[in-house]
C-alpha cells in the first residue's frame, strides 16, 4: 500500500514538474523575434502574455507551493492512516495492538467526536460511525475495526515537527531522525542543503525545505505578499518533498515488516544462496507457502531496518509451484520482491505456515 501512496505521490509531483517547465517554455517561445514580426497571431498572442507578464512568476510560484504541498499532506494523511492499517492487519484482537495506539485512538476518538459535533467541514467519519467502531474496539469486538481516519486529524500545516508528532502518536517516534538514516535521503539532504556534518546540525536545519513550504503555503493561501521563487528554486523544492516522501515510507515499511514478524512472523532462517538479489533459496523443514503471501527479511546490520513484501514465485527444483506443503526437509527457492540478501533473517506468516 505505501508503495502505491509513493508511486500517487510522484505523479503528482511530475505533474507540477511539467506545469513549470510548460510556464517557462511558453515564456520563452512568446518572446518577439524579427523573424515573426509580420506574423498578426504570434503578435496577438505575444501582447497578452506579455501583459499579463508581471503577474506570471507570482502565478506560477502560488501554483506550484499549492500543488507540492497538497501532495505531501495527502501522502502524510494517507500513509499514517496506511501504517495503522497495517498494524492492525497483524493483530487479530484489540489488545495486541501496540499500547500507543491504543490509547492514541481513544484520545483521538475522544477528540475527533468534539470536532463532529462542532460541524466542521472537513471531518470524514459520522458520529455514529466513530461511535459504532469505538465501542467494538473497548468491548473487545471480534473483527474490531480502528477509526483509522482520526489519527490524520490536523488542524496546522505539515512541517516536519507535527508530521513527525503525529507518527509518533502511533508508535513511531523520531521519524525525521530516522528518514535522515536512509543513505538516499541523507546524501540528497547533504547535497540540497550543503550541510555535510549532519549530526552536529538541529534538526529544523535539515528539515527548513518541508517547513518553508508548509509557511509559504499557508501565505499563498491567505494572500499575503512576500518572496516569490523562481523555477530553478522551485524544482529543489519539488525534489526534496519526493525524497523525504519516499524516505518516510521506507521507514514505515521496515517498522510495519518489524511489529508483523513479532506478532503473526515465522522465521524461516538465513537463505542458502540469493540469486539476482530477488531469489533466496532455503531448506524448508516443513510448512505450507503459497504465491502472494507475505515474507519480511531483517537486515542484518540492524534490529530496526527491515524489508518485506509478498512471495512472487514459488520453485522447487525448476519447477514453479504456486503452493507447496513440504513434509520433508527440501530447498525451495522463492522469488520476492524486494532486495534480498543472504544475511538477512527471513520470515513469513505463521498462521499460513507451520513449521
Known amino acids: 500500500m505505501l508503495t502505491s501512496l509513493v508511486e500517487k505521490l510522484s505523479r503528482r509531483l511530475a505533474d507540477v514538474r511539467d506545469f513549470l517547465a510548460y510556464v517557462q517554455a511558453v515564456s520563452e517561445f512568446l518572446e518577439p523575434t524579427e523573424s515573426r514580426a509580420q506574423d498578426s497571431v504570434f503578435i496577438k498572442h505575444a501582447t497578452l502574455f506579455h501583459r499579463a507578464h508581471p503577474v506570471i512568476p507570482r502565478m506560477r510560484y502560488g501554483s506550484a507551493i499549492v500543488a507540492t504541498y497538497g501532495a505531501l499532506e495527502q501522502f502524510v494523511v494517507n ?3 496506511a501504517y495503522v492499517k497495517a498494524v492492525r492487519a497483524s493483530c487479530e484482537e484489540y489488545e ?4 500507543t495506539i491504543r490509547e492514541s485512538h ?3 476518538c475522544a477528540s475527533y467526536a468534539s470536532v463532529i459535533l462542532g460541524q466542521r467541514r472537513d471531518v470524514r467519519l459520522t458520529l455514529p460511525e466513530l461511535v459504532k467502531r469505538w465501542s467494538g474496539c473497548i468491548g473487545k469486538v471480534q473483527g474490531y475495526e480502528l477509526n483509522y481516519e482520526v489519527f490524520s486529524h490536523h488542524t496546522a500545516n505539515f512541517r516536519h515537527s ?5 507518527f509518533s502518536e502511533v508508535g513511531v517516534g523520531g521519524l525525521s531522525k530516522s528518514c535522515l538514516r536512509i543513505d538516499e535521503f541523507r546524501a540528497h539532504v547533504v547535497t540540497s542543503t550543503g550541510i555535510s556534518d549532519i549530526e552536529n546540525r538541529p534538526l529544523a536545519d535539515l528539515m527548513a525545505t518541508v517547513d518553508d513550504l508548509a509557511n509559504r503555503r499557508n501565505d499563498v493561501a491567505h494572500g499575503v505578499d512576500g518572496d516569490v521563487l523562481d523555477m530553478t528554486t522551485l524544482m529543489p523544492v519539488v525534489d526534496f518533498v519526493e525524497r523525504y516522501c519516499v524516505a518516510i515510507a521506507a521507514v514505515l515499511s521496515s517498522q510495519i515488516a518489524s511489529i508483523r514478524a513479532i506478532t503473526i512472523g515465522a522465521e524461516l532462517g538465513k537463505p542458502l544462496v540469493v540469486y539476482n538479489k530477488s531469489i533466496p533459496c532455503f531448506r524448508v523443514v516443513g510448512g505450507s507457502l503459497s504465491e502472494g503471501d507475505w515474507i519480511a527479511a531483517r537486515h542484518a546490520d540492524s534490529d530496526d531496518h527491515w524489508s518485506y513484501g509478498t512471495v512472487q514465485e514459488i520453485q522447487i527444483e525448476g519447477q514453479r509451484l504456486p503452493r507447496i506443503r513440504v513434509k520433508k526437509p527440501i ?3 522463492l522469488r520476492v520482491d524486494f532486495h534480498a540478501k543472504e544475511n538477512q533473517l527471513f520470515f513469513v506468516d505463521k498462521r499460513k505456515f507451520s513449521l
Open 79 to 81: 500513509a499514517i492512516e
Open 96 to 99: 495486541q495492538l501496540p499500547d
Open 106 to 108: 481513544n484520545t483521538k
Open 162 to 166: 507535527l508530521i513527525d508528532e503525529i
Open 331 to 333: 530447498a525451495v527457492a
